[in-house]
């Protein structure tokens, strides 16, 4: 990839980003999901890790508005693009239903899939005489395939083109700098590639985050398909990135090797392993831009004198 150009990209970007002014967005976090109750702070910031989802669920009345891109270089040695040779990018709206209920819906670029999600938490990682180890979190997605089909023989109906994935989120925050997440996970796809394919599949998330200041993270997240598609060769999603939070702005830069990014797509179909060989290897840049509808913390804040 040609990093040179993508570095001063990302730079300008961050540029635009340092001018903009607002509260920090770490506070407002960690305010949103404390109580009285003794609830331990957010475990991962942002309500994904990389690719996949964390347990986050943003509170009542907080809407984000995301743009996910990833950027790859194909084998050829030519290239008639300035930064990288193909790019995808998926556009999403998530929005907080109730402090505990979340709901997204988007759309990606590169596969043509349209998506949604319900993300419910059930339980807070909680301290104190009534403490509670964990964050569980349910979330139930779906999506819907678009793209032409080349295959004449496979089936075209709308419900044969919907897929549907379910998972279990359980995290930890071992300590102020650092927490995991495992995420058991089941993927049905009606459309199926070949006939040997699957139409079910059983799969485990685990990732984790470490915090490097009060605005920067690393992150890596990682999925095992216990039963892969047949037709073609498939490997793990593996990103190793940095979560940076600023004002209302989170930002998310990771090298990966699948560049689908809706969970039914990166769990089953990531056909690259991960290396530095061209087009293995993808660079993700996230940007979610975080609005609140409800403004009680900040008021909060101001009464208290806070800045």
Same mark, same amino acid.
């Given at each position: 990839?040609k ?5 001063i990209i ?7 980003v340092?001018?903009?002014?607002g509260?920090?967005l770490?506070? @407002?976090l960690?305010?949103?999901?404390q109580?009285?109750l ?6 991962f910031?942002?309500t994904? @890790?990389?690719?996949?989802h964390?347990?986050?669920?943003r ?8 743009a996910?891109?990833?950027?790859w270089?194909?084998p050829?040695p ?7 040779d ?5 556009? #999403? ?11 997204g819906?988007g ?5 043509g ?12 990682q909680?301290?104190?005489n009534d ?7 349910l ?7 678009s793209?032409?089909?080349p ?8 419900s044969?083109?919907?897929s ?6 359980i995290?930890? $925050? ?7 997440? @495992?995420?058991?996970t ?5 459309l199926g590639?070949a ?7 059983f799969?485990?998330?685990?990732g984790?985050?470490?915090?490097l200041?009060l605005?920067v993270?690393?992150?890596s997240?990682?999925y #095992? ?7 073609f ?15 209302d702005?989170?930002l ?6 699948? $560049? ?5 797509t990166?769990i089953?179909?990531? $056909?690259?392993n991960?290396?530095?060989k061209?087009p293995n290897l993808h660079f993700g840049?996230? #940007?979610?831009?975080? @609005? ?8 909060k804040?101001?009464?208290r004198?806070d800045?």
């Amino acid at each position: 990839m040609k990093t040179k150009n993508l570095c001063i990209i990302c730079l300008l970007l961050l540029g635009v980003v340092f001018n903009s002014s607002g509260q920090d967005l770490l506070e @407002i976090l960690d305010n949103e999901q404390q109580s009285e109750l003794g609830y331990v702070p957010a475990t991962f910031k942002m309500t994904r @890790i990389a690719f996949g989802h964390s347990t986050e669920v943003r509170s009542k009345g907080v809407l984000e508005v995301i743009a996910a891109n990833r950027f790859w270089n194909t084998p050829a040695p030519t290239s008639q693009s300035f930064a990288a040779d193909k790019m995808t990018t998926r556009f #999403a709206l998530e929005y907080g239903i109730s402090d505990r209920l979340s709901l997204g819906l988007g759309g990606t670029t590169f596969d043509g899939l349209f998506d949604g999600y319900l993300k419910y938490s059930l339980f807070n990682q909680q301290g104190g005489n009534d403490s509670f180890p964990l964050n569980i979190t349910l979330f139930q997605g779906g999506s819907y395939n678009s793209s032409g089909i080349p295959n004449p023989a496979i089936a075209d109906d709308f419900s044969d083109r919907l897929s549907l994935t379910s998972q279990i989120l359980i995290s930890r $925050r071992v300590s102020s700098n650092f927490s995991f997440q @495992i995420a058991p996970t089941y993927v049905y796809k009606s459309l199926g590639l070949a006939t040997e394919d699957p139409n079910h599949f059983f799969a485990l998330g685990v990732g984790a985050r470490y915090r490097l200041g009060l605005h920067v993270s690393v992150v890596s997240e990682y999925y #095992a398909t216990f039963n892969p598609i047949e037709s073609f060769d498939t490997y793990g999603p593996f990103a190793l990135g940095v979560n940076w939070e600023l004002s209302d702005v989170q930002l998310q830069f990771m090298l990966t090797n699948t $560049r689908n990014m809706v969970e039914d797509t990166f769990i089953t179909q990531t $056909r690259n392993n991960f290396n530095f060989k061209n087009p293995n290897l993808h660079f993700g840049f996230n #940007a979610t831009y975080v @609005i609140h509808f409800n403004n009680a913390l900040r008021n909060k804040r101001k009464q208290r004198g806070d800045h």
